[in-house]
Each structure stands twice: as structure tokens, then as C-alpha cells.
């Protein structure tokens, strides 16, 4: 009888430790490579669901229940609980959502993206996924020109210049940039191709008028 009594406690314990032991698991399951990114060379993303493409008419319609369970109103909007797994899930399932993109840039500005890739690997993970998608591009100038690299944001936009050199936003954008870096003309250049589109807002414009 003392044998089975201790045999009993023995499995409880090794169970409970179990227990203990699972969700420690999850978290450490969680934590990505911010050096590689997850991106093998040579090899497509993967992922359990996708990954699909948000520029492909012919993945919308897979996109919809990634978003119901896990891009809400509230984590677009960044608001209630912490939302680092819904984001994580969201990029890898569809590496190149540009709400998401543009989220997940705000999320670590505010010091809340934690246990995941950094923005950085997402933007890096969009763009090895769909190395022609201009607004991944342009949101990726926009998230290292918001944390002050401004040289490699000059970059990054220039290569969504090559892809669409007119579009209104990636102009005003990168004319903004070029503003911050000092380079007045070329901001002048940028804001004219921008406005000439129909762009809405007048920051650029406003800025240029103050060193004019």
C-alpha cells in the first residue's frame, strides 16, 4: 500500500510539474530570431495557415478569419489587452498586412512588442515574401525614419521609388524624409510629384514654406 501511496504522489507531482513547466515552454516557443528572422534563404516563409499574400486578389479570400480572431478593431487600434501574439500570428500568416505592418511599428514605439520578432524582422519577412509590394516598402521607410535611422530609411524608400516612382504617399513620405535629412530641393522635387497627385495633407508643404 506505501508503495502505490508513493508511486500516486510521485505521478502528482511529476503532473504538476508538468503543469508549471508548459506555460514556461509556451513563452520560450514564443521568442524568435531577430538575427535571421525566421528567412531561409532561398526557401518560401511558412506557416501552419499560409502565408498569403494581401497584394494577391486570389488570397483575399483566405485573409478574412486571420483577421475576425486575430486584427480586430482593437489591435489595429492598439487598444485593451497586449496584443504581441495577434500581431505575431497576423504577419506570419499574411507577412505583408500593411495595417498590421504599420501596427506592429506603433506596438514597439510604445515598448510593447515583447517574446516575438521585432519590427524590423516583420518588415524584413514582408518584403523577402513579396519583394515587389511598394507599401511594405514605404511603411518600412516610415518605421526607421520614426525610430531615427535615417540614412537606412532613405534607402528603403528609394527602393519603393524604383517600383512606383509617382505614387502620391511615397512621395510626400519620402519627402518628409528628405526634409528631416536637410535636403531641401529634393524634398521640393518629392512634395511637387506628391501634391501633383492630389495628396491631401499639407505637413510637407508647410514645412518647405518655412525654409523657403
Request: aromatic letters at 12%; a positive charge.
Amino acid at each position: 500500500m506505501d508503495k502505490v501511496l508513493k508511486k500516486s504522489h510521485r505521478a502528482k507531482y511529476l503532473l504538476g510539474m508538468a503543469l508549471i513547466a508548459l506555460p514556461l515552454f509556451s513563452q520560450g516557443q514564443s521568442i524568435r530570431d531577430n538575427q535571421h528572422c525566421g528567412i531561409k534563404q532561398g526557401q518560401p516563409l511558412s506557416n501552419a495557415y499560409g502565408p498569403f499574400d494581401s497584394t494577391n486578389p486570389q488570397h483575399r479570400s483566405k485573409l478574412g478569419v486571420v483577421l475576425k480572431y486575430h486584427f480586430n478593431d482593437n489591435v489595429r487600434r492598439l487598444q485593451g489587452k497586449r496584443h504581441s501574439s495577434d500581431l505575431d500570428y497576423t504577419l506570419r500568416a499574411i507577412p505583408n498586412y500593411h495595417q498590421a505592418l504599420y501596427a506592429v511599428s506603433q506596438y514597439e514605439q510604445r515598448g510593447l512588442l515583447k517574446g516575438f520578432y521585432n519590427a524590423d524582422c516583420y518588415f524584413k519577412r514582408a518584403l523577402y515574401f513579396q519583394p515587389k509590394d511598394a507599401v511594405s516598402y514605404m511603411l518600412f521607410g516610415m518605421h526607421l525614419q520614426a525610430t531615427k535611422r535615417l540614412n537606412e530609411a532613405k534607402k528603403v524608400y528609394q527602393r519603393a521609388l524604383k517600383i512606383t516612382p509617382t505614387a502620391a504617399e511615397l512621395n510626400y513620405n519620402y519627402g518628409l524624409l528628405l526634409f528631416e535629412l536637410g535636403e531641401y530641393n529634393a524634398a521640393e522635387k518629392a512634395a511637387q510629384k506628391a501634391y501633383q497627385k492630389g495628396y491631401p495633407l499639407n505637413g510637407l508643404k508647410n514645412k518647405l514654406a518655412s525654409v523657403r
